[in-house]
Nanobody, 119 residues
Framework: QVQLVESGGGLVQAGGSLRLSCAAS????????MGWFRQAPGKEREFVAR????????QYADSVRGRFTISKDNAKNMVNLQMNSLKPEDTAVYYC????????????WGQGTQVTVSS
């Protein structure tokens, strides 16, 4: 497994931007599909975005497509999520995840970072 640590959460006004980062440890980082999930209060955890090990395949949830951008730096063992045009409904704890394939069942999770968007 790979160990994941998120950073970059915080409080921002609607329409603003935040950049989340996820630092991964483990020499096999380059082989993982990486992604972001989020969980709002009282709701189930939901998929946000994922990127293949090569970076050649990227998928987004419909709710964030066009506003969020996921990227991966294999040399630095980092995966980032650039979030623009944030909305109050984006408020959640965001989790970095690692696994294989389509990331339906991540094998590693970060501890989560809070993102709060005020109206």
């Amino acid at each position: 497994q790979v160990q994941l640590v998120e950073s970059g959460g915080g409080l921002v006004q609607a329409g603003g931007s935040l950049r989340l980062s996820c630092a991964a440890s483990g020499r096999t980082f380059i082989t993982y599909t990486m992604g972001w999930f989020r969980q709002a209060p009282g709701k189930e955890r939901e998929f946000v975005a994922r990127i293949s090990w090569s970076g050649g395949s990227i998928q987004y949830a419909d709710s964030v497509r066009g506003r969020f951008t996921i990227s991966k730096d294999n040399a630095k063992n980092m995966v980032n999520l650039q979030m623009n045009s944030l909305k109050p409904e984006d408020t959640a704890v965001y989790y970095c995840a690692a696994g294989s394939g389509t990331l339906n069942r991540p094998t590693s999770w970060g501890q989560g970072t809070q993102v709060t968007v005020s109206s």
